[in-house]
């Protein structure tokens, strides 16, 4: 190991490793470079569900390839004679059905055909006489260019001669896909953008120097570009497609952990600098400080990713693919490239404040070690104050609800959602989205009439039939997404169940959301105590001492309650939020326990190697004055990268974004600085359990 530091700090080899890592960058953007995908965000269901044993069952149907726009038409005042006449044409004796309504408009677009000629249903129009709706059998596509490009036609169509009373909406399942599409349109250069903008801004604050802040922000913003390319490549490899909302939290990862440990080296490098004349030899020994809690903190975040693996849901499998390579790419480029282009540009790279040989480092006598000695007086009374607080706001976490309806899943309200709510007012709220129910040939009609009986369902209609099963449309009642809803699949599923000869399968959109919230579950139960686990064992491996890990687990941890207990006062108190995305808790308890746990890495890593010269009580102050800037500078960095997922207007990632960066700020501000060495004062030398003997880690 320590050839090869000093391969990657030396003063012509430091030339050579930039060159290789230039060579890697290239290889990455252009003979690896992924293919470009422009795919919405999907939950993957596994295939065993009953959702998908559904779907596969229907490919067998006429109209398995089907989905449709729903167009709504709504006027304040009940529909005239001429605008009925508008909306659904008069009736022709020749075809005994009406003719020259709005829905012909859209016969050069739809894929349903009657002997042999293009046909849309005309329009329905609700019992008030105030909403129309006109359904549109589309081929379903997944590529967002064809589903765009459709649903501006059909808008465009739409409004075309239009009654000036009236209001259109396009909603139902072509609908939401292009509004969801249209989330993530351009979204991972607006996630750029706002990350870089953020991170640029807080370097230069944090080293106050005009060109320093360029070297760590290249090599991240270099680290982040080859780490979409390759962790597309990954997912390719494994069978799995990133989508616009892998790909946003992958960069935001990168940039937030590779910025992470940049500041930690940085100003590793800026002590040694002071106490080494050769700036080659500054870095290497920068480089073997830094080096075992940046491989440790990128270890523990990166097999806490690796955890998703795991689990059932295809979406949880690619996400956490896909941000462990970048993770891995993050922690190289710091370990590698970083050092190597620090060291060659010289002392005068600090300018204005250029850290000279021989100078005095003032940190023991700064902010922080003040600090770390008025803590070391009342550990007891300050750590249950830290406590205490953490406890005061993990309360207000013992009422959240989750999981949201199709139509909350927006901050901003699109077209589809609107158009949605009129439709739940004027029709059956479950018209434009019906469950669908596969029994057996012969068994159809006995599973019409029990599932006619169960509450909650308004209409079942019998549909088509390959030989060997048949498809029964069922309209709830209940909004789509709703409790009510997913109330009534249950009751559906527990019904049909009873006819044992009709083996019947319940899908359609509720019972795939329903079959996605139960999956969650199930991750969360075999994901959360593995990323304990992994944790725990990591701080073992690194501290080597069982005492330590826990009490650091614990308050991190204790962190994650209190931050879901303040976010969930913002989101009911101040948003106006009605429940947490069904990704949420598992995505911020995997973010906050990996990255909050690794400043106390940080700091932690750095008291052990103070107290082999200084003791437990006064190697912690050390740590806490060498460390607390730089832990805090990183904290707050992170958690304004994270907040930068604010800018896209989908409610997970919003929610995400503000729960990791509330549990950052109290990782940085609170648990690391008050609560961790309080607990490693009142512990003395035990705090390093059962080890009797400090040695100083070894890192080369």
């Given at each position: 190991?320590?050839?090869?530091?000093?391969?990657?700090?030396?003063?012509?080899?430091?030339?050579?490793?930039?060159?290789?890592?230039?060579?890697?960058?290239?290889?990455?953007?252009?003979?690896?470079?992924?293919?470009?995908?422009?795919?919405?965000?999907?939950?993957?269901?596994?295939?065993?569900?009953?959702?998908?044993?559904?779907?596969?069952?229907?490919?067998?149907?006429?109209?398995?390839?089907?989905?449709?726009?729903?167009?709504?038409?709504?006027?304040?005042?009940?529909f005239t004679e001429a605008e009925i006449l508008w909306l659904q044409g008069s009736f022709d004796p020749t075809t005994q059905m009406l003719a020259g309504g709005v829905n012909e408009k859209f016969l050069d677009i739809t894929n349903l055909e009657v002997m042999g000629e293009p046909f849309v249903p005309p329009a329905q129009i609700s019992e008030d006489g105030k909403v129309a709706v006109v359904t549109v059998p589309l081929e379903k596509s997944d590529e967002v260019e064809v589903v765009t490009e459709r649903v501006a036609e059909l808008r465009e169509l739409a409004a075309d001669g239009m009654p000036t009373t009236f209001e259109v909406y396009l909603t139902g399942p072509e609908g939401f896909q292009a509004d969801l599409n249209n989330v993530f349109a351009g979204a991972d250069f607006t996630l750029l953008l706002s990350t870089v903008i953020v991170v640029a801004v807080l370097l230069l604050i944090t080293y106050r120097s005009p060109v320093l802040w360029l070297v760590p922000l290249i090599v991240v913003g270099t680290a982040d570009g080859m780490a979409g390319q390759i962790g597309r490549?990954?997912?390719?490899?494994?069978?799995?497609?990133?989508?616009?909302?892998?790909?946003?939290?992958?960069?935001?990862?990168?940039?937030?952990?590779?910025?992470?440990?940049?500041?930690?080296?940085?100003?590793?490098?800026?002590?040694?600098?002071?106490?080494?004349?050769?700036?080659?030899?500054?870095?290497?020994?920068?480089?073997?400080?830094?080096?075992?809690?940046?491989?440790?903190?990128?270890?523990?975040?990166?097999?806490?990713?690796?955890?998703?693996?795991?689990?059932?849901?295809?979406?949880?499998?690619?996400?956490?693919?896909?941000?462990?390579?970048?993770?891995?790419?993050?922690?190289?480029?710091?370990?590698?490239?970083?050092?190597?282009?620090?060291?060659?540009?010289?002392r005068g790279l600090f300018w204005p404040f250029v850290p000279r040989f021989g100078g005095v480092n003032k940190s023991l006598n700064g902010l922080w070690g003040k600090l770390g000695r008025a803590v070391s007086k009342r550990p007891a009374i300050i750590s249950s104050v830290g406590v205490l607080i953490l406890a005061g706001l993990a309360i207000g976490a013992s009422g959240i609800q989750v999981g949201l309806s199709s139509t909350e899943q927006f901050r901003e309200k699109p077209e589809a959602v609107y158009g949605q709510e009129i439709l739940a007012d004027a029709f059956p709220a479950g018209a434009t989205t019906p469950t669908t129910v596969i029994v057996d040939k012969g068994t159809e009609a006995d599973a019409a009439a029990l599932a006619e009986s169960v509450p909650g369902v308004a209409e079942v209609t019998i549909g088509d039939t390959d030989g060997e099963i048949v498809a029964l449309s069922v309209v709830l009642d209940a909004t789509a997404g709703s409790d009510e809803a997913y109330q009534s699949i249950r009751d559906l599923r527990a019904e049909l169940a009873t006819l044992e000869s009709a083996n019947a399968l319940v899908g359609g959109l509720d019972a795939e959301t329903l079959d996605v919230k139960s999956t969650y579950e199930r991750d969360q139960l075999l994901v959360i105590p593995l990323i304990l686990i992994l944790v725990f064992l990591v701080l073992v491996l690194l501290l080597r001492s069982l005492l330590a890990p826990i009490m650091l687990l614990t308050t991190v941890v204790a962190s994650f309650f209190a931050s879901m207990g303040a976010s969930w006062l913002i989101f009911e108190q101040l948003l106006g939020l009605p429940a947490l995305d069904l990704s949420v808790f598992l995505?911020?308890?995997?973010?906050?326990?990996?990255?909050?746990?690794?400043?106390?890495?940080?700091?932690?890593?750095?008291?052990?190697?103070?107290?082999?010269?200084?003791?437990?009580?006064?190697?912690?102050?050390?740590?806490?004055?060498?460390?607390?800037?730089?832990?805090?500078?990183?904290?707050?960095?992170?958690?304004?990268?994270?907040?930068?997922?604010?800018?896209?207007?989908?409610?997970?990632?919003?929610?995400?974004?503000i729960i990791v960066c509330i549990g950052v700020l109290l990782d940085t501000l609170l648990v690391r600085t008050v609560v961790v060495p309080a607990l490693a004062f009142m512990t003395g030398d035990k705090f390093w359990w059962p080890r009797k003997k400090l040695t100083a880690p070894k890192f080369g």
């Open positions: 190991m320590n050839a090869l530091i000093n391969f990657i700090t030396g003063k012509k080899t430091a030339w050579v490793t930039l060159l290789i890592g230039l060579i890697f960058a290239g290889l990455a953007f252009g003979p690896l470079r992924a293919a470009t995908t422009e795919t919405a965000p999907t939950n993957g269901l596994p295939e065993t569900s009953e959702t998908a044993l559904v779907n596969k069952a229907l490919e067998n149907l006429p109209g398995s390839d089907a989905t449709a726009a729903v167009l709504v038409y709504k006027s304040d005042a009940k490549q990954v997912a390719t490899f494994f069978g799995m497609v990133p989508d616009g909302s892998v790909t946003g939290i992958l960069s935001v990862l990168v940039f937030g952990a590779g910025t992470n440990y940049a500041l930690l080296l940085i100003a590793r490098y800026r002590e040694e600098l002071l106490l080494e004349e050769n700036r080659h030899v500054a870095m290497a020994k920068a480089l073997k400080g830094a080096g075992p809690a940046i491989i440790a903190s990128g270890s523990t975040v990166t097999l806490a990713l690796l955890t998703l693996t795991l689990a059932e849901l295809g979406g949880n499998r690619t996400l956490g693919l896909v941000c462990a390579s970048g993770i891995i790419i993050a922690m190289i480029s710091a370990l590698v490239v970083l050092p190597a282009a620090l060291v060659v540009f010289g995505y911020s308890f995997l973010f906050l326990v990996a990255l909050g746990v690794d400043y106390n890495i940080f700091l932690v890593s750095r008291a052990q190697e103070e107290a082999v010269k200084h003791g437990t009580r006064e190697g912690m102050v050390r740590a806490l004055s060498a460390t607390g800037g730089v832990i805090t500078s990183a904290g707050i960095l992170l958690a304004a990268v994270f907040a930068v997922l604010g800018v896209l207007p989908l409610i997970a990632l919003y929610q995400i974004g």
